[in-house]
């Protein structure tokens, strides 16, 4: 159990991490967000919470970054605080959406689409055997995805139908509607740093697959989270009479 001053900071350091993408250390913390400690109980507090598996501590670094765990208890908190899509968007989207109504290729196309200028985030589609994206090379405007090597090892795996529909088959039958792996929940080491927001979608005839969002492990859930469930729910209310 988080004390009210570990929590605190742990936010404040996942604040921090998904801004700068760099390990957060404690010297500037006490100014920046005016609390009332000092960067020496900063770090014994740093210490406590890398004990507990919120924190660790890369290689490179003297400071610390959020673990899975810590993203996870974050988001429990922030589940009423999203951001909502502007009145103006929904209009474009909605109709964009509604024109493709009769080809799944260019629905799902649109849809991916939407979700990228939604998020800023790459986002993916899975239905009949077939994968659509969107946004990949803008994965490369974060500094998770600078090392070319791993960055092909990634696209292996998310421009792959049968690699991403194993690891999203695995959690098509939890209860929540917008599905969130993180880190080692996507059982990959190579996504060790990445993070997954998808749903289950059904198209025409019951035709059964999935729509989802992927970029860094810190990106914007607020924002990404009602995007992909207001595509998804666009589709379906499009295609509730067919």
């Known amino acids: 159990m988080l004390t009210a001053r570990q929590k605190r900071l742990l936010e404040i350091i996942i604040r921090e991490f998904s801004d700068t993408a760099e390990a957060v250390g404690s010297i500037d913390l006490p100014d920046k967000y005016e609390l009332t400690i000092s960067p020496a109980t900063i770090r014994n507090e740093m210490a406590r ?27 429990q908190d922030i589940l009423d605080e999203f951001e909502d899509i502007d009145i103006k968007e929904r209009a474009v989207f909605n109709e964009d959406l509604f024109q493709k109504r009769f080809n799944a290729d260019h629905l799902m196309l649109s849809a991916v689409n939407a979700l990228n200028e939604l998020t800023s985030n790459a986002s993916i589609a899975l239905i009949e055997d077939k994968i659509f994206h969107a946004g990949l090379s803008e994965l490369l405007d974060n500094p998770e995805f600078q090392d070319l090597e791993k960055f092909k090892s990634i696209l292996s795996i998310i421009e792959d139908y ?54 860094p492990n810190r990106m914007n859930y ?20 067919w």
């Open 49 to 75: 919470l890398m004990d507990m598996g919120y924190l660790q501590k890369p290689h490179s670094s003297s400071g610390r970054v959020p673990t899975t765990l810590a993203f996870k208890y974050f988001l």
């Open 162 to 215: 049968s690699e991403m529909a194993s690891i999203l088959n695995r959690y098509r039958d939890k209860s929540e509607d917008v599905r969130i792996l993180i880190g080692e929940e996507t059982g990959s080491k190579i996504l060790d740093n990445c993070a997954i927001v998808f749903v289950p979608i059904t198209l025409y005839s019951n035709t059964s697959g999935f729509l989802a969002v992927f970029g």
């Open 222 to 241: 607020r924002k990404v989270v009602p995007a992909l469930k207001y595509i998804s729910d666009k589709i379906e209310d499009i295609l509730r009479d």
